[in-house]
């Protein structure tokens, strides 16, 4: 199968870097994928599972924030806030993050500190929805 080049950068870390078959994100209205040969373009990544798979045939998966993905010449560049294994995530500091954004959305708050708040949440659920579903294979 044809391949390209995949970039995944977190704010911490280079998250992979090397050569993938596909790549399959979460976008507003769903998923996306992206494969070899793939047209120009540049869109937002939202919150939740990315998927790919290497040329061994290895899937891989991430628990990712929300980013932009770009595509130029069998380049593919996903920039997000967070990218974490399934294995990584701390499931009692995720769940105590969904606690304490529940709370805060259960208080007054202006609409900017609303919308942080309803990210944490989605983060942490998009952390723990990813992790027990792929730990528990």
């Known amino acids: 199968m044809n391949t390209f080049t995949l970039k995944i950068v977190a704010c911490n870390r280079i998250f992979y870097e090397g050569e993938a078959e596909i790549l399959i994100f979460q976008v507003e209205d769903g998923e996306m994928a992206v494969m070899a040969g793939h047209e120009q373009m540049m869109t937002a990544i939202e919150i939740g599972e990315l998927r790919f798979r290497t040329p061994d045939g290895t899937e891989h998966v991430a628990i990712v924030s929300d980013g932009i993905l770009t595509v130029k010449h069998n380049l593919v560049d996903v920039i997000v806030y ?3 294994r399934p294995e990584e995530i701390d499931k009692f500091r995720a769940e105590a993050a969904a606690e304490r954004a529940r709370e805060k ?8 500190d609303y919308h942080i708040t309803a990210t944490s949440l989605a983060r942490a659920m998009a952390r723990l929805s990813g992790r027990d579903k792929y730990l528990s294979k």
């Open 82 to 84: 967070s990218a974490e």
């Open 105 to 112: 959305l259960s208080q007054k708050q202006s609409i900017v």
